[in-house]
């Protein structure tokens, strides 16, 4: 993989927000979830389709800090727009295992 400048890691926008709705998604191909997470006052509520259903039910996400790439297009996806990329890792078993402080972060707060 190509290496990246500093500068260009800059322009990747990653911050914290909070789950405050889960809703299936049956249309999607993979099974997913839909969330709203909430990035605080200076980018509020956003929506992302997240393929996690295979470790986190709806009430383990649910007031979950999650970190989140949040200046990417958003995708359509099936009937759905998701507007940020909620990041995790693959385990052993190819589920997604999310990506979260260790500790209470302000909501919107950026990786760095």
Do not use: H
């Not at 990747?12 to 997913?32: L, S, Y």
């Amino acid at each position: 993989m190509a290496s990246i400048s500093f500068e260009e890691f800059m322009n990747i926008d990653i911050r914290v927000g909070t789950i405050m709705e889960v809703n299936p998604f049956p249309e999607a191909r993979k099974p997913a979830w839909k969330l709203k997470i909430d990035f605080g006052v200076e980018l509020g509520v956003k929506k992302s389709s997240a393929q996690i259903t295979g470790l986190y039910k709806s009430d383990d996400l649910l007031g979950r800090q999650v970190t989140c790439v949040v200046n990417l297009a958003p995708r359509q996806i099936g009937p759905f727009v998701s507007e940020v990329l909620t990041l995790g890792f693959l385990d052993i078993t190819k589920n997604v295992v999310l990506v979260e402080p260790e500790r209470q972060v302000p909501n919107g707060s950026r990786l760095f």
